[in-house]
């Protein structure tokens, strides 16, 4: 998809015609606030744009009178179109123009605006007209095209993944088994410049029942007081990437291959999927929509109104999490997996490390996040723990969207062979008599020309 196709500066000369000789008003009605931005008129209403009270009014036509609202979707919304199914708003700050669902204001798509302000939008029942204040241009945007991606922002990066085991005695340990996740070079956005290099020497390559590689190495005789340490370094190639979703492109659950449901629709220890705590929360967010899409929007919604983000260590349930009401990055994807598969609608998990503030960083942290399988689209990646924010237009970047700051470095569904429902990395040791040990793990990034 074209996002956008410059139709060229529209200047007054091309504007001339035959002047009017007389104005008359035919009938008036308040605007909702002293800075109304945009109007269109949308199923049988008036709509206008709020940018005092950041929201998007539905009026009486008669009388101006409010009678609903959504919230913008975002800090400074601007222009204002219908193309009858969806409203557009433009941010002029943020240099976007956002699809938004009329009935609860979810933003559907975000397009990057072709000038640096975008203010009126209209809709002329085949494209979107967008016109820029500072180019004092007229822009129309168009769909080029199947394309589904948009990428943008090339980054390339050394990463080097470092786990440590010290031995803390009083005995030795005798064996320590340490699997470290390989990262995905098969993907559209993430490429290895060269091979990985470890260090160690890997005593061999296994893959779980999810298809995920590990490298693993073997520790021995690590007396009480020393630490060992495995590692691999690679240097990627990666870019930002966005889908465009379009939910009437969506095909229905029926169109789910049988392989990838039959995988990816099962119960797991973090899930439990017939926990009626689940089982409730399915049928309160989704009742009886069946387009996968909107089901995914709408469980990404319940999840987060209903949760906060805090990490305090440890990975609960799914029905717990949700009946605390907080939860980590990898507690608000068990919820998402609990939820989605209990709907029917094939759920994977990715992780990784990241890269943190800084291109040259430290990532101690990392972070997990869900994939969903809509048909026609494949696995599109949804963050649960990102749907909490304020706007709903930062909301939806979390909603297919690849980041250049982080290395995926595991694709899973739980409960894995050699890491259990952990990711990056997983370990086992043997000993004889008493002992204890103390494991950390680390990524390094260096950022390449």
Same mark, same amino acid.
């Given at each position: 998809?074209?996002? #956008?196709?410059?139709?060229?500066?529209?200047?007054?000369?091309?504007?001339?015609?035959?002047?009017?000789?007389?104005?008359?008003?035919?009938?008036?009605?308040?605007?909702?606030?002293?800075?109304?931005?945009?109007?269109?008129?949308?199923?049988?209403?008036?709509?206008? #744009?709020?940018?005092?009270?950041?929201?998007?009014?539905?009026?009486?036509?008669?009388?101006?009178?409010?009678?609903?609202?959504?919230?913008?979707?975002?800090?400074?919304?601007?222009?204002?179109?219908?193309?009858?199914?969806?409203?557009?708003?433009?941010?002029?700050?943020?240099?976007?123009?956002?699809?938004?669902?009329?009935?609860?204001?979810?933003?559907?798509?975000?397009?990057?605006?072709?000038?640096?302000?975008?203010?009126?939008?209209?809709?002329?029942? +085949?494209?979107?007209?967008?016109? /820029?204040?500072?180019?004092?241009?007229?822009?129309?945007?168009?769909?080029?095209?199947?394309?589904?991606?948009?990428?943008?922002?090339?980054?390339?990066?050394?990463?080097?993944?470092?786990?440590?085991?010290? #031995?803390?005695?009083?005995?030795?340990?005798?064996? #320590?088994?340490?699997?470290?996740?390989?990262?995905?070079?098969?993907?559209?956005?993430?490429?290895?410049?060269?091979?990985?290099?470890?260090?160690?020497?890997?005593? %061999?390559?296994?893959?779980?029942?999810?298809?995920?590689?590990?490298? *693993?190495?073997?520790?021995?005789?690590?007396?009480?007081?020393?630490?060992?340490?495995?590692?691999?370094?690679?240097?990627?190639?990666?870019?930002?990437?966005?889908?465009?979703?379009?939910?009437?492109?969506?095909?229905?659950?029926?169109?789910?291959? @049988?392989?990838?449901?039959?995988?990816?629709?099962?119960?797991?220890?973090?899930?439990?999927?017939?926990?009626?705590?689940?089982?409730?929360?399915?049928?309160?967010?989704?009742?009886?929509?069946?387009?996968?899409?909107?089901?995914?929007?709408?469980?990404?919604?319940?999840?987060?109104?209903?949760?906060?983000?805090? @990490?305090?260590?440890?990975?609960?349930?799914?029905?717990?999490?949700?009946?605390?009401?907080?939860?980590?990055?990898? +507690?608000?994807?068990?919820?998402?997996?609990?939820?989605?598969?209990?709907? %029917?609608?094939?759920?994977?998990?990715?992780?990784?490390?990241?890269?943190?503030?800084?291109?040259?960083?430290?990532?101690?942290?990392? *972070?997990?996040?869900?994939?969903?399988?809509?048909?026609? &689209?494949?696995?599109?990646?949804?963050?649960?723990?990102?749907?909490?924010?304020?706007?709903?237009? /930062?909301?939806?970047?979390?909603?297919?969207?690849?980041?250049?700051?982080?290395?995926?470095?595991?694709?899973?569904?739980?409960?894995?062979?050699?890491?259990?429902?952990?990711?990056?990395? %997983?370990?086992? &040791?043997?000993?004889?008599?008493?002992?204890?040990?103390?494991?950390?793990?680390?990524?390094?990034?260096?950022?390449?020309?």
């Amino acid at each position: 998809m074209a996002l #956008c196709h410059r139709s060229g500066k529209w200047g007054a000369g091309r504007l001339r015609g035959k002047p009017l000789t007389t104005r008359q008003v035919v009938d008036a009605i308040d605007a909702p606030s002293s800075v109304t931005t945009g109007l269109t008129w949308h199923g049988g209403y008036l709509w206008a #744009c709020d940018a005092t009270e950041k929201r998007i009014v539905r009026l009486d036509p008669l009388d101006g009178t409010p009678l609903s609202f959504i919230e913008a979707p975002s800090r400074y919304p601007s222009g204002l179109a219908s193309d009858g199914n969806y409203l557009w708003v433009s941010d002029r700050r943020k240099d976007e123009i956002y699809m938004v669902e009329p009935e609860h204001g979810w933003v559907v798509l975000i397009l990057d605006s072709p000038g640096p302000y975008p203010r009126g939008l209209t809709w002329d029942g +085949e494209h979107l007209w967008n016109v /820029d204040y500072q180019t004092d241009s007229v822009y129309v945007l168009r769909s080029d095209g199947d394309e589904s991606r948009v990428y943008a922002t090339p980054k390339n990066a050394r990463v080097k993944f470092t786990f440590k085991v010290r #031995c803390e005695g009083p005995d030795r340990v005798d064996k #320590c088994d340490v699997y470290l996740a390989l990262p995905h070079q098969e993907l559209e956005h993430q490429n290895f410049v060269t091979d990985p290099v470890f260090l160690p020497e890997p005593a %061999g390559f296994v893959e779980d029942r999810w298809s995920q590689e590990f490298a *693993h190495f073997t520790v021995t005789d690590l007396l009480p007081g020393e630490t060992a340490r495995v590692s691999y370094e690679v240097p990627v190639e990666m870019q930002a990437l966005r889908y465009i979703l379009i939910p009437e492109y969506v095909g229905g659950l029926s169109r789910i291959p @049988r392989d990838i449901k039959a995988k990816y629709t099962v119960d797991g220890a973090r899930l439990q999927l017939d926990d009626p705590v689940i089982q409730n929360a399915i049928k309160e967010a989704i009742g009886e929509e069946d387009n996968p899409y909107w089901m995914v929007r709408s469980i990404l919604e319940y999840i987060g109104n209903r949760i906060d983000y805090e @990490r305090v260590g440890g990975w609960d349930t799914a029905p717990n999490v949700l009946a605390r009401g907080t939860g980590s990055c990898s +507690e608000y994807s068990f919820v998402f997996m609990a939820m989605a598969r209990g709907a %029917g609608i094939p759920t994977r998990f990715c992780a990784g490390v990241c890269e943190r503030g800084d291109e040259a960083s430290t990532d101690d942290v990392f *972070h997990r996040w869900t994939e969903v399988y809509l048909p026609n &689209y494949g696995w599109i990646p949804m963050d649960a723990d990102a749907h909490d924010r304020e706007w709903q237009a /930062d909301c939806a970047r979390a909603i297919g969207s690849r980041s250049n700051r982080i290395l995926i470095t595991t694709i899973g569904g739980g409960d894995s062979e050699y890491v259990g429902w952990g990711y990056n990395y %997983g370990y086992s &040791y043997t000993y004889s008599g008493r002992t204890s040990i103390d494991v950390s793990a680390y990524a390094d990034w260096d950022p390449l020309d």
